[in-house]
T-cell receptor, first 113, second 111 residues
Framework: NAGVTQTPKFQVLKTGQSMTLQCAQD?????MYWYRQDPGMGLRLIYY???????DKGEVPNGYNVSRLNKREFSLRLESAAPSQTSVYFC????????????FGEGSWLTVV | KQEVTQIPAALSVPEGENLVLNCSFT??????LQWFRQDPGKGLTSLLL?????REQTSGRLNASLDKSSGRSTLYIAASQPGDSATYLC??????????FGKGTRLHILP
């Protein structure tokens, strides 16, 4: 069972470079999420997608864009990376009705220098 | 705007003791609340999920309670073990389907 798969697992970027974090789930879930985790901050929601073609801002959306092109995949793009975006990024998915649990990927470690 | 607070931020207890971790949330209109465990450098492991209509859930030595009207949840760990050392995170699922996390409690069980 693959579950939620994120790529890449590790990435180092220079300030100003762009990159896309990929996320795919094979559980046929409608809801997908992108979070970032910084030391002592828990997980903060960046963007959320309720279904294919729909996205909504979370707690910390500035500096990020997302794309939900199909039900399986939800990508997170950094257009011009900044050192403040150094973090661990987690993708997650969940089924509706909304009483169901949420499943997480293993995380992507991003460093912006 | 939903805000989730976890107290304490860190906790150290001797092995064998029972302990309680606290989670509070500001908007009681939630679908469910979930407790996770996270080991250093690792992903999240789901421990317990409590639906908004439920009062508690149990799994082994873990018991989670939910008082939705007061915006509180507790995670009770019985007979703590060194292997319980980890960060414990609480997350609430809002009516808009967004899932908001607290900052976590770092638990250290002393052998």
């Amino acid at each position: 069972n693959a579950g939620v798969t994120q790529t890449p697992k590790f990435q180092v970027l220079k300030t100003g470079q762009s990159m896309t974090l990929q996320c795919a789930q094979d559980m046929n879930h409608n809801s997908m999420y992108w979070y970032r985790q910084d030391p002592g901050m828990g997980l903060r929601l960046i963007y959320y997608s309720a279904s294919e073609g729909t996205t909504d801002k979370g707690e910390v959306p500035n500096g990020y864009n997302v794309s939900r092109l199909n039900k399986r995949e939800f990508s997170l793009r950094l257009e011009s990376a900044a050192p403040s975006q150094t973090s661990v990024y987690f993708c997650a998915s969940s089924e509706r009705p909304s009483g169901n649990t949420i499943y997480f990927g293993e995380g992507s470690w991003l460093t912006v220098v | 705007k939903q805000e989730v607070t976890q107290i304490p931020a860190a906790l150290s207890v001797p092995e064998g003791e029972n302990l309680v971790l606290n989670c509070s949330f500001t908007d009681s209109a939630i679908y469910n609340l979930q407790w996770f465990r996270q080991d250093p450098g690792k992903g999240l492991t789901s421990l317990l999920l409590i639906q908004s209509s439920q009062r508690e859930q149990t799994s082994g030595r873990l018991n989670a309670s939910l008082d939705k009207s007061s915006g509180r949840s507790t995670l009770y760990i019985a007979a703590s073990q060194p292997g319980d050392s980890a960060t414990y995170l609480c997350a609430v699922r809002n009516r808009d389907d967004k899932i908001i996390f607290g900052k976590g409690t770092r638990l250290h069980i002393l052998p």
